[in-house]
């Protein structure tokens, strides 16, 4: 019986695994939900930030979320963090990095990619995380972050 426990206890310790990393969005997809964020801030202005954070919308999928921060720091929207939305974290760097400032730097070129440390969700674990962001015509930017494998 201990046995049995034993192996039905690692089975769903590997399929809770597998579940969590099929969860996860690949840095492919942050870049799609990025531009597709980009074209609705473009058509809506900040109108977009409700369709960002609605459930079972297009900019909710998997661990993907839309995040949008002016050029001086302030967090104008955060689909997972809304507590943030009005903070000003231009010199946020708990993980050994002021990341919001290079990701305004990646921005004031139009778009890009930046790379920082983060902890995964659910975790204290720091793993490497790549987020996409671009700036758009109303003068903000807005990203869209994955871990990497």
Do not use: R
């Not at 070129?109 to 720091?126: A, H, L, Q, R």
């Amino acid at each position: 019986m201990k046995k049995i426990n034993t192996l039905l206890g690692t089975g769903l310790i590997a399929l809770s695994m597998t579940v969590m990393a099929a969860e996860m969005g690949t840095p492919d997809e942050a870049k799609a939900m990025s531009e597709s964020a980009a074209v609705l801030v473009n058509t809506t202005g900040e109108a977009a930030f409700t369709e960002f954070s609605k459930e079972g919308g297009d900019f909710l999928a998997k661990d993907l979320y839309v995040f949008c921060m002016d050029m001086e720091g302030k967090m104008l929207s955060h689909a997972a963090k809304p507590q943030l939305v009005g903070q000003n974290l231009i010199d946020y760097d708990k993980y050994g990095e002021k990341l919001f400032v290079n990701m305004i730097e990646v921005a004031k070129g139009g778009s890009g990619w930046v790379d920082y440390n983060w902890p995964k969700p659910g975790s204290e674990e720091i793993t490497q995380k790549t987020s996409y962001v671009i700036q758009n015509d109303k003068g903000f930017f807005c990203g869209v972050g994955a871990y990497k494998s």
